[in-house]
């Protein structure tokens, strides 16, 4: 089992900019590939980023490719995401999630977080 616990989210003004973050525990973390997901109200919920096992490799969504960053820090056991550049279209509820592969389908991964929000104002 991995737990993991998202913090970091909050209300920002549009342009703005937050750190999300994501402390796991459990099972040894270098062996998972990490992924962020997020979901609106009334929607799916969406991938948004992810870093390999070894943290050499990311992915990113279209929507958020050159606004956010991820980043993980093995000897803390965290996944991070740098939001910025914030639009009201990224508000959302942010998910991280533990798998075996970095992918975009969430189908992918076995451990997931309880959430936190973000709320972006125009």
């Known amino acids: 089992q991995v737990q993991l616990v998202e913090s970091g989210g909050g209300l920002v003004q549009a342009g703005g900019s937050l750190r999300l973050s994501c402390a796991a525990s459990?099972?040894?973390?270098?062996?998972?590939?990490m992924g962020w997901f997020r979901q609106a109200p009334g929607k799916e919920r969406e991938f948004v980023a992810a870093?390999?096992?070894?943290?050499?490799?990311?992915l990113y969504a279209d929507s958020v490719k050159g606004r956010f960053t991820i980043s993980r820090d093995t000897a803390k056991n965290t996944v991070s995401l740098q939001l910025n550049s914030l639009k009201p279209a990224d508000t959302a509820v942010y998910y991280c999630?533990?798998?075996?592969?970095?992918?975009?389908?969430?189908?992918?991964?076995?451990?997931w977080g309880q959430g936190t929000q973000v709320t972006v104002s125009s």
């Open positions: 999630a533990a798998g075996p592969y970095d992918s975009i389908s969430s189908r992918e991964y076995n451990y």
């Open positions: 870093i390999r096992r070894s943290g050499g490799g990311t």
């Open positions: 459990g099972r040894t973390f270098s062996n998972y590939a």
